[in-house]
């Protein structure tokens, strides 16, 4: 492929992308409120892109090995137990963030 029709599909993909995202913003401008049926499932989204973002660092790939996974995966594990217990995001970046620290210092 030449670099004239790789650019041409990076911009094409760019625009579709950009109209795809925009349409939301521009319906949403459009109308007063969320109807019923599409604000129910829009509030897992938020918690379901958390988890596409964090579980791949705690469970890893195919491309790490094993004994990195292991103080990641406890970390998280106990951060989970704390935000869940506490509700609270500082208390659980701090113990995660400790919890990482004292695992990866043994």
Same mark, same amino acid.
């Given at each position: 492929?030449? @670099?004239?029709? %790789?650019?041409? +599909?990076?911009? %094409?993909i &760019? +625009?579709? =992308? !950009?109209? !795809?995202?925009h349409? !939301?913003?521009?319906? !949403?401008?459009?109308? @007063?409120?969320?109807?019923?049926?599409?604000?129910?499932?829009l509030?897992?989204?938020?918690?379901?892109? /958390?988890?596409?973002?964090?579980?791949?660092?705690? +469970? &890893?790939?195919?491309?790490?090995?094993?004994?990195? /996974?292991?103080?990641?995966?406890?970390?998280?594990?106990?951060?989970?137990?704390?935000?869940?217990r =506490?509700?609270?995001?500082?208390?659980? /970046? +701090?113990?995660?963030?400790? &919890?990482l620290?004292?695992?990866?210092? /043994?």
């Amino acid at each position: 492929m030449n @670099d004239t029709i %790789v650019w041409a +599909v990076v911009v %094409v993909i &760019g +625009v579709l =992308t !950009f109209a !795809f995202r925009h349409s !939301f913003v521009y319906l !949403f401008e459009r109308i @007063d409120t969320v109807p019923p049926r599409l604000r129910a499932p829009l509030r897992y989204v938020p918690p379901a892109v /958390l988890a596409a973002l964090v579980a791949p660092a705690l +469970v &890893g790939s195919p491309l790490v090995a094993g004994p990195v /996974l292991i103080p990641r995966t406890v970390a998280g594990a106990l951060a989970a137990v704390v935000a869940w217990r =506490t509700r609270n995001t500082a208390a659980t /970046l +701090v113990a995660g963030m400790i &919890g990482l620290w004292a695992l990866t210092a /043994l």
